[in-house]
């Protein structure tokens, strides 16, 4: 029969470990979930041709995207390389299917340019929904001089 340790310093020692362990598991189970949520908030994509965004012309690339909020109103940021280069307002939409791939949908403006519509992720049921506002200064109501 293995004889017990008397030393009062090791005295619940095993449980110790075992809390510290268990803080260790939950705070990696919380840093996987927070980098899981925000991966959700993010993509790529690929335009063939220039288009409009909220005033900006995007030329043809791969861009990605990151967006912000909490409801289906949220802010996107489209990037090339590290740079923002168009932001704009957007609705998180739900889609009967999910997208094969990554998607930009182009809408064909009456004076022949292209604005960007619509954002679809590979796999995803949603999609980007693409307000369309005004360039800051071009609202209604003219300018001031």
Known sequence: ?????????????????RGKSYQTVLLV???ML???AFAANKGAFQLNNTV??????????????TWEGAGPDVQVNIMKGRKVVAQAPAK????????GSNQAVVERNSDG??????????????????SAT???????GGSSN
């Open 34 to 36: 927070a980098a899981t």
């Open 134 to 140: 005004a360039p800051a200064g071009a609202g209604a």
């Open 52 to 65: 409009s965004v909220n005033g900006k012309q995007l030329q043809a690339g791969d861009y990605s995207v």
């Open 1 to 17: 029969m293995a004889a017990k340790s008397c030393d009062p310093n090791l005295a619940g020692e095993g449980s110790i470990m």
């Open 29 to 31: 189970v919380v840093l």
């Open 92 to 99: 998180v939409v739900a889609i009967d299917q999910a997208s």
């Open 113 to 130: 340019t292209a604005s960007l519509k619509e954002l679809r992720f590979g796999g995803k049921k949603f999609a980007l929904a693409i």
